[in-house]
């Protein structure tokens, strides 16, 4: 090799060595520093692309899932109420049951109707304040079934059914048995003839103030109940449907979000390992550096007298 004072070829090679070993010590303690084997495209380009595509699918999953929550707050806040106007209607019947009681004076029956109206304005008072975020599916104001997102790409849905459990829903409102042809009430009704009479106490709201009204109030308190029931049921079952639902997307947002970490976290054991076996190459390669730009001055040697 020739020796030469304008190149020094060891100082160059030496020189390279330092540059990769501080390129490389840089690139771990990144790693060290944000957790991150693959921080960009330029990292691995093809790791990154389907890493962000998951990100990507987890972000809506999250919006996914504050949307169940929301239908299960509603669901809730309506099987709250709903249960209260289930209780409220056997009270119903324990007042109208006491008003049939032929045995009953006027003045008693007048008691029993007080107490029993002021339920009927309970029942009426709960189904309307059944609200989670301005959403109510017991008032009977709307018809349309609520839906909640139910997958990352918005495709499917949960619905929610309302649910009519006002005084006109469950049959005990004035003419309710006329405007609700669909009632289970109805059917009860309408095998019976009616009398004119009967028909006045049928589009009339309940009272007990005599005999025989306490007696068509003690069977439209039991359709309602029937009423009741088979709607609470039907709310029960698609709350319960929301909450399995929200526990299998809460499960599939923590599968995505440790299959994004087998693609790009960095293993820290090892980083650490390599960031140590670095910093000792870094500091061989700095000596050996000084030692290569150290070799021409072994060329005044030559010319010394």
């Given at each position: ?81 709903g ?16 008003a ?7 003045a ?21 304040n059944a ?57 009860a ?10 028909e006045m ?19 439209r ?16 079952a ?46 061989l ?20 007298g």
């Amino acid at each position: 090799m020739t020796t030469s004072i304008h190149t020094n070829t060891s100082a160059m090679i030496a020189l390279q060595n330092l540059n990769r070993t501080n390129d490389q010590l840089a690139a771990t303690q990144s790693r060290v520093n944000t957790g991150l084997k693959v921080q960009g495209a330029k990292d691995n380009a093809a790791v990154w692309a389907v890493a962000q595509g998951q990100r990507a699918d987890r972000g809506s999953l999250e919006a996914v899932t504050t949307s169940l929550k929301r239908a299960t707050s509603i669901a809730d806040v309506s099987l709250a109420a709903g249960e209260q106007i289930s209780d409220i209607l056997l009270e119903l019947k324990q007042k109208a049951t006491a008003a049939a009681d032929p045995s009953q004076s006027d003045a008693s029956r007048a008691s029993f109707n007080q107490e029993f109206q002021a339920l009927l304005s309970s029942i009426q008072s709960f189904a309307n304040n059944a609200i989670f975020d301005g959403a109510n599916i017991l008032n009977g104001a709307a018809t349309a079934d609520l839906t909640f997102l139910a997958s990352a790409d918005g495709k499917e849905t949960i619905a929610v059914k309302r649910q009519n459990m006002s005084l006109a829903g469950l049959g005990l409102a004035a003419a309710s048995y006329d405007s609700d042809k669909a009632t289970p009430a109805i059917d009860a009704w309408t095998d019976d003839a009616a009398t004119t009479e009967d028909e006045m106490l049928l589009n009339a709201a309940p009272d007990l103030l005599t005999q025989e009204k306490a007696k068509f109030a003690l069977r439209r308190v039991n359709d309602a109940i029937t009423v009741a029931s088979a709607r609470l049921s039907e709310l029960g079952a698609q709350a319960k449907q929301i909450e399995r639902h929200t526990t299998y997307v809460g499960k599939l947002s923590d599968s995505l979000e440790a299959g994004i970490g087998n693609l790009v976290d960095a293993d820290l054991a090892k980083e650490s390992a390599r960031l140590q076996a670095l910093q000792v190459q870094q500091q061989l390669g700095v000596q050996a550096l000084s030692i290569a730009n150290q070799a021409p001055q072994v060329i005044l040697s030559l010319f010394k007298g």
